[in-house]
């Protein structure tokens, strides 16, 4: 980066920051490629637009006190971090794992703000989340952390304020308690959180959303370059909510998938990866992956989740976490012969590992844009509970992919306009920025 400006707000935010390496990478990512644009539109700079963007708004910590099956009071920490509300009301996840803090909850939180204007519905960005661990908790002890989470959380946010939802952690069971105890403290049914229960003013389609709209951003950017899912093998990080959707789209675009993992290991299946078996051990049992050897014996299940990157593939889709493909994960998947990757996870890619991807020429979709149709459809939510109506399966799926053809022509012809062709990391940041920069400077300096 040689941009004066620039370097100075990059050294700034390291500065005020430190401690932070995750929300450090993710701001270094994003004014990297904002360059070109900085150059031609010194108005920007003059209105302070990224000084201001790159420190959240509002941040909020807060004690989670619980009691837990053995009457033993157990006590976490809670994170809302309310980032900007240039073009809407602050919306995005909350994430429930041990590794939260402060930083993990920036990262995300700056993200969403250029991802939601990607999907080019009214939303601003936030993120939030606890150091709680659902895992090996009871429904009972998950009720009552949720429930004295959304005590302290309630009293910040707001259907026209900050619109919560799931992240890692944090699926259906979760958002119900929740939204249960939000109501039950403000006496007032409205649309506060994202991703409910279809009984109670959830839309169709959310809980699939974000795996499958990774399939229409990817199948769009393979389109674009003479390739499709058929007869592709795939591989998928994760075995949660957004790796089980987007094996489910990528099976149906006529792709095998071969593998998939959880935090413990990952499991190698050659004829393609039963899903029933998945969705079984994963989403009603709550177990670990290795249980899929019990449904298929003849699969191979390996501990530790980073050697799923040298099975041979086409097409990577890292569906788990951040900083998940490192440079030299990376190599391997280029050396087998893939060709692309796309990120349903937040920032599963080191920057080493995206220089592979360039220097190899690889198709590569940025999180940003690529796992945009979760929060697309949670806007969507957002907008049936404000008209007091809810739409088709079809309707939903249908207005999604619209968006996510949107997304990647976005991506696409801001790239090429900045002399970047094919770059779509630098194209989503350049056009998820520039709808938040008009919108931050128009509002004055706020
Ligand atoms: P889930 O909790 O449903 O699943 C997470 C999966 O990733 C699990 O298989 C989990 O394994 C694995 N995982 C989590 N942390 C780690 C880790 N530190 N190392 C290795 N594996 C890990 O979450 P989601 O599917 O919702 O989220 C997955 C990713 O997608 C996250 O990066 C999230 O931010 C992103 N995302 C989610 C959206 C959504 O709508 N849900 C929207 C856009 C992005 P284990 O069970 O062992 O913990
Ligand atoms: O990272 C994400 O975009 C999400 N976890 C979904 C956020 C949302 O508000 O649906």
């Known amino acids: 980066m040689k941009n004066a400006y620039l370097i100075g ?3 700034n935010v390291k500065k005020r920051n430190a401690g932070e390496p995750e929300f450090i990478q ?16 010194p108005d920007l700079v003059e209105a302070g637009v990224v000084d201001r963007l790159v420190e959240p708004e509002r ?12 009457g033993k009071v157990q006590v976490n920490r809670g994170f809302r971090v309310q980032y900007n509300s240039a073009i809407g009301p602050y919306k995005g996840g909350l994430r429930l794992h041990p590794s939260v803090y402060l930083g993990i909850i920036k990262f995300l939180g700056f993200e969403q703000i250029f991802k939601n204007s990607l999907t080019t519905l009214p939303m601003g960005g936030g ?15 998950v009720m009552r952390f949720c429930q004295s989470f959304m005590t302290e959380l309630s009293k910040h946010i707001g259907a026209d304020l900050d619109v919560p939802a799931g992240d890692i952690g944090t699926g259906a069971r979760e958002i119900g308690y929740m939204f249960g105890q939000y109501k039950r403290l403000r006496n007032e049914f409205t649309g506060v959180l994202t991703g409910k229960g279809l009984t109670y003013g959830g839309s169709l389609a959310r809980t699939q959303a974000t795996g499958y709209c990774l399939c229409y951003f990817t199948n769009e950017m393979l389109k674009a ?9 795939v591989v998928i990080s994760g075995s949660g909510n957004v790796a089980i959707y987007a094996n489910e789209k990528a099976t149906s675009m006529g792709a095998k998938v071969v593998a998939m993992s959880d935090s413990n290991g990952y499991i190698y299946d050659k004829n393609g990866v039963d899903l029933a078996a998945i969705k079984q051990i994963k989403e009603v049992e709550r177990k670990r992956i290795k249980e899929y050897l019990n449904y298929h014996p003849e699969a191979t299940y390996t501990e530790g989740c980073k050697g799923i990157w040298t099975i041979p593939c086409d097409i990577a889709l890292p569906c788990a976490t951040q900083n998940e493909i490192d440079g030299e994960s990376a190599a391997i998947l280029a050396k087998n012969g893939c060709y692309a990757v796309a990120e349903g996870a937040n920032m599963p890619s080191t920057p080493e590992a995206i220089d592979v991807y360039f220097k190899n020429n690889m198709l590569y979709g940025p999180a940003k844009a690529a796992n945009a149709g979760g929060v697309a459809t949670s806007g969507l939510e957002m907008s049936q509970n404000s008209q007091r109506l ?25 790239a090429k306009e900045y002399g970047m062709e094919g770059n779509y990391m630098a194209g989503a940041n350049i056009a998820g920025f520039l709808k938040v920069a008009e919108a931050m400077k128009a509002q004055g300096c706020v």
């Open 127 to 141: 993120k939030g989340g606890s150091d709680f661990d659902p895992k090996g908790k009871s429904d009972g002890e």
């Open 9 to 11: 707000v990059l050294e």
């Open 225 to 233: 370059n003479g390739k499709s899912f058929e007869g592709q093998t």
């Open 59 to 70: 941040q909020i910590i807060f004690r989670v006190p619980w009691v837990d099956d053995n």
């Open 26 to 41: 993710a701001v270094t990512e994003v004014l990297e490629t904002l360059e070109p644009v900085i150059e031609k539109r």
């Open 390 to 414: 809810s739409w088709t399966f079809e309707e939903v799926d249908e207005k999604l992919h619209g968006i996510m053809v949107s997304i990647f022509k976005a991506c696409e012809s801001a």
